[in-house]
């Protein structure tokens, strides 16, 4: 609607001011008093033409004016002046009507956001580190990522979603060296010569052991650093260990994924490795790097330091497989927007990264976009960094096998309390989807950029702006639905929504503000436009529910095609959340 009516507006303004050039200035009320949505354009149009012939006397004029060029439409119902020069729109009711019975019989698909259909979209998300440990954050990157993926998704675009695994790199060289020492000691025990599963089982464990020899013993310290140089000159044996590693780290990440249910192609660091030294090379060629201090540096304008390309030492590290990357997603990949998620910590280095790119041609005004969207921190309860008590990481599989076991208690419970049956599958599948839906959830309704507290209880709460609750609203719509025993799809071909209560105006205008809520998202790259636009429709319903009774009233047809609809977006929601609903609890 948005859209539609930025469109009639930039008729009336073309027609109205020809030469002023103005785009239209469109935006929903904040006051619903007022009107549905607003045009702005009076004020500043008023401003630009003062002093020039024939200038409008006052920005009401300019807006009279405008009001005076709109063409014919059956959107707008009525318009009206406030203050200098505001216009209020007000909808046609028939017009919402319809669009939700067209939503009802034709399905979703024609409410996504315009503008993305068959374009590249890459996303660089969740990430994890091999061998070391997921941490919340990565927890974060993964929530937030996919959900940016489901919305691109839905706007029927070509997303890839990647994960640039942290696969490659100087700590290897310890680890392989610590796996073989373990080997030899079980060969002097009198065990066999052969990898043992067990030398893998616990890489967090591996990595700790590893990382307090390497600081410990110098003679380790050389030997690891001799198997790094191994590595990268392609040695089997140190290449097929190298793979245990990754392998049981992978095994690790997809339990975590499946569990989420976030999909990702995994294409981790070592995938860019052998393209590295072309990549220097081509920015020392084109003078986009130069030498300083012996590293190779990329001097970007308005940064206080340099990305660095090189090291001193010949070494490539985290910036020059960017670049690399980068330049494959660009050139091979033909990406139209590349977009990365991890905590804002990394700003800097994905502006020097852009910055190089730009100096270097890869990027240019009017080409493929690029994006970093940065996340704050995971608070525990104190509002410190979020750890155990003993002030370890926190494990991500035990914040959901928490999540979860909290949940089927009280489901257990409410339906015990109910004297309902309780059937332990049912109690599991919905434990599920709340307890993972809450810890997602959580995540996403806050603005990405704020640091939020995590805390099961606020989560878990089955009052306010949670998932516990959306989930519940959500069955009791699905419950109306199913009592009053209508085909409603057969229903909503036949018979009308009617819009006389104000209560089911409000309802449906929200309810066609989906779109709306979701350019929003995909503007701001902002999931919380999703949550909040959500959470506002569950409130918009419960307040038409109170005011309007649904099953027995004359008005039940319609009321139940409102009803209907508003499940069908929340559930829209859910599932660009990766939250799965649930139709009973
Ligand atoms: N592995 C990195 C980390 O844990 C995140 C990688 C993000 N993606 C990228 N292309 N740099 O911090």
Partial sequence: MRTELAELFRTALTVSYPSAGAEPVVAACNNAKNGDYQCNNAMALFGKLKGTEGAPKAPRDVANAILGALPKNDLVAETSLAGPGFINIRLNREYLSKRISGMLTGGLASWAPTGHKGKKVVIDFSSPNVAKEMHVGHLRSTIIGDTLCRIFEYCESDVLRLNHVGDWGTQFGMLIEHMADTRKARVAAGGEDKDADEDVADLQELYRAAKKRFDEEEEFKTRAREAV???????????????????????????????????????????YNPMLKDVVDELKAAGVATIDDGATCVFVEGQNVPLIVQKSDGGFGYASTDMAALKHRLNEEKADWIIYVTDVGQSQHFELVFGAAKKAGWLVEGGPKVSHVGFGLVLGEDGKRFRTRSGDLVRLVELLDEAKSRCAKTIRERREENGEEVVEAEVEEAACAMGYGAVKYADLKNHRTTNYKFSFDDMLNLKGNTAVYLLYAHARIAGIVRKAEKDVYALAASSPISLDHPKELELALHICKLPEALEDAIEEL??????????????????FYVDCKVIGSE???????????????????????????????
Avoid: H
């Fill in 555 to 585: 008005q039940e047809a319609s009321r139940l095609l409102l009803s209907e609809a508003t499940a069908v977006v929340m559930r829209k929601c859910f599932e660009l959340l990766g939250i799965k609903p649930l139709y009973r609890i």
């Fill in 526 to 543: 902002a999931p919380n436009r999703v949550t909040d636009y959500l959470y506002d429709l569950s409130e918009k319903f419960n307040s």
């Fill in 229 to 271: 140089t191994r590595l990268q000159s392609g040695d089997p044996v140190s290449l097929a260990s190298w793979q245990r590693i990754c392998a049981a780290s992978r095994r690790e990440f997809e339990a975590l994924y499946t569990r989420l249910g976030v999909t990702l192609q995994e294409r981790g660091e070592s995938f």
